[in-house]
């Protein structure tokens, strides 16, 4: 059998690559005479880079200013495959959660900023890029993206930078920049911020807002994605971005419908396997390719929530967890990569012609 591998990443627990290749370690084992393909998914978040580093490009790295001041080192990716070069760039490298060194508090989600985000964005300019494809998703930061435009020479000076280069913002999140629905309020309280905290930041973004207006041409703050990695997608679409699904950038930078069509298999996966999962994650995105080609999808994932007949119901030939094999959530969060792996030598084990 031909079977492509093509989860999304497992939380916090395994990258996207990571999870491919367990799953890839486990399949083998149990039928070493099926031909395997590694095609790693994202929806522009953590992992973004690495994933299409997996299947492509030239990686590089930068030394940066992380989310509270203090040098980091990023990568980027630079696919210089034809004379119109592409960067693709993962705000989580250089303004992540993970960079605070600690907990977020009400003081890292006032002062976390995305400077080192515009020094990226600098780096593929300098390298030629014609198009920046940025992908947002686990940032530490609510600054409206006003890092990322005093990096490029204020704003101005960015205007100018970016003008003539296609800017694409990579995101699933439809948020805007202000109100209930806003940055501050819907994402704020998971970086730290409590709510006096809030509404500061909302307070701050609002006068940003305006700025960013004033470049524009237009007020980009209720447009979709303008709430994104806490207003960094606004910043962008003032320079000019237009949104696109995160999860579609990688699809079509990988071809994978067309890995899909070859495919006797599709084996896809994720951290919680529940009712949400079904509503246009990478998940649901890849099993829809995969049915209308007629390809069966199995998904694994750390703990699967839906009950069989959903499953079944949503054009799904199996669902696997690995609690199930792991005996606990501890085991199956601490454990991940190797029980991954025994979960899907499991699986394999018992595959025929149909559903194990």
């Known amino acids: ?68 001041g203090a040098a980091v080192r990023a990568s980027w990716l630079l696919d210089d495959r034809t004379s119109s070069p592409v960067a693709y760039i993962e705000c989580a490298q250089a303004c992540g959660l993970h960079q605070l060194g600690g907990r977020p508090t009400p003081r890292t989600a006032l ?43 204020g704003p101005a000076q960015a205007v100018q930078r970016l003008s003539g280069v296609e800017v694409v913002v990579a995101s699933d999140v439809e948020n805007p920049l202000l109100g209930p629905l806003g940055a501050a309020a819907v994402f704020g309280p998971q970086k730290g911020a409590d709510p006096a905290t809030v509404e500061r930041l909302e307070e701050r973004m609002g006068q940003w807002s305006r700025v960013l207006e004033g470049m524009a041409g237009r007020d980009v703050s209720g447009e979709e994605g303008a709430g994104a990695a806490g207003g960094l997608g606004a910043a962008l679409l003032a320079l000019g971005g237009r949104r696109v699904s995160g999860a579609t950038v990688v699809a079509e930078a990988t071809d994978r419908a067309a890995d899909v069509a070859s495919s006797d298999l599709v084996i896809t996966g994720e951290g919680k396997f529940d009712s949400q999962t079904l509503r246009g994650k990478v998940v649901s995105a890849l099993n829809a390719e995969a049915t209308d080609a007629g390809v069966p999808t199995v998904v694994f994932a750390g703990q ?14 199996g669902a696997y967890a690995i609690v199930d094999v792991a005996g606990s959530v501890d085991v199956a969060m601490n454990d991940a990569d190797n029980q991954l792996t025994r979960l899907a030598e499991k699986v394999a084990s018992g595959w025929g012609d149909g559903v194990a």
């Open 304 to 317: 699967v929530v839906l009950t069989p007949e959903e499953v079944a119901a949503a054009g799904i030939a």
């Open 1 to 68: 059998m031909r079977i492509l591998i093509a989860p999304d990443s497992f939380g916090d627990t395994l990258s996207a690559v990571a999870a491919s290749a367990a799953i890839a370690r486990g399949w083998s084992a149990a039928r070493p005479a099926d031909e395997l393909r590694s095609a790693p998914q994202s929806d522009g978040g953590p992992g973004f880079v690495a994933v299409l580093a997996s299947r492509f490009g030239d990686l590089r790295s930068a030394t940066v200013t992380g989310p509270l």
């Open 111 to 153: 002062s976390a900023d995305t400077t080192g985000v515009g020094q990226l964005v600098d780096a593929a300019l300098d390298a030629g890029a014609h198009t920046i494809v940025v992908g947002l998703g686990g940032s530490a930061t609510t600054d409206g993206g006003r890092g990322l435009v005093d990096a490029l020479g």
